[in-house]
């Protein structure tokens, strides 16, 4: 089955710590993303990438890094430079020269931060 | 900059049609998307318009003008299970995709 896994569904860290979040799919898909969720909020962007060795930031990239060594993998590490890094994380990725750019979501992580 | 503008909250009974509208402002614009989401869930694909008009998906269309810098989801024949929350987002230059803020929309059996 193709789809996009993200692990953990939940991860809880101490204050001051960096945490890398796993995203991976084999939709053979060029466009990755990076999206935040808080409560009652939408999806923020933080970093996308359209092919490997590349990406750029999104809207609230401070204090996040990602890295695009493989195609298939868009790991993103929430730095202790981040002020606010407990919310739920989503990776999405798209065909970015199809027909309607269809984004497919993983099931999310849910990141707490105490 | 980018901003897209949707009511945050709609109520509709069951059985009948709801419309979310979408307003965007963009420096560049590709198509507009829209996502459903249930609670705890990832967002899942309803439809995307790149050029002006009605897309029909069942029992759910979505309109575009790009002219007024609009586009809504309407939704047919409401099922209790179509209570969610409805994303638009835009998608600008260099796959760049922007989510709005969201509707959350109740349905009353």
């Known amino acids: 089955d193709g789809g996009i896994t993200q692990s953990p569904k939940y991860l809880f860290r101490k204050e001051g710590q960096n945490v890398t979040l796993s995203c991976e799919q084999n939709?053979?898909?060029?466009?990755m993303y990076w999206y935040r969720q808080d409560p009652g909020q939408g999806l923020r962007l933080i970093y996308y990438s359209q092919i490997v060795n590349d990406f750029q930031k999104g809207d609230i990239a401070e204090g996040y890094s990602v890295s695009r060594e493989k195609k298939e993998s868009f790991p993103l590490t929430v730095t202790s430079a981040q002020k606010n890094p407990t919310a739920f994380y989503l990776c999405?990725?798209?065909?970015?020269?199809?027909?309607?750019?269809?984004?497919?979501f993983g099931p999310g992580t849910r990141l707490t931060v105490t | 900059g980018q901003s897209l503008e949707q009511p945050s909250e709609v109520t509709a009974v069951e059985g009948a049609i709801v419309q979310i509208n979408c307003t965007y402002q963009?420096?560049?614009?590709?198509?507009l998307s829209w996502y459903q989401q249930h609670d705890g869930g990832a967002p899942t694909f309803l439809s995307y318009n790149a050029l002006d008009g009605l897309e029909e998906t069942g029992r759910f269309s979505s309109f575009l003008s790009r002219s007024d810098s609009y586009g809504y989801l309407l939704l047919q024949e409401l099922q209790m299970k179509d209570s969610a929350s409805y994303f638009c987002?835009?998608?600008?230059?260099?796959?760049?995709?922007?989510f709005g803020k969201g509707t959350r929309l109740h349905i009353l059996p």
């Open positions: 999405a990725s798209s065909a970015s020269r199809g027909m309607n750019y269809e984004q497919y």
């Open positions: 963009t420096s560049g614009f590709y198509g």
């Open positions: 987002a835009v998608r600008s230059r260099d796959d760049k995709i922007i």
């Open positions: 939709l053979n898909h060029d466009a």
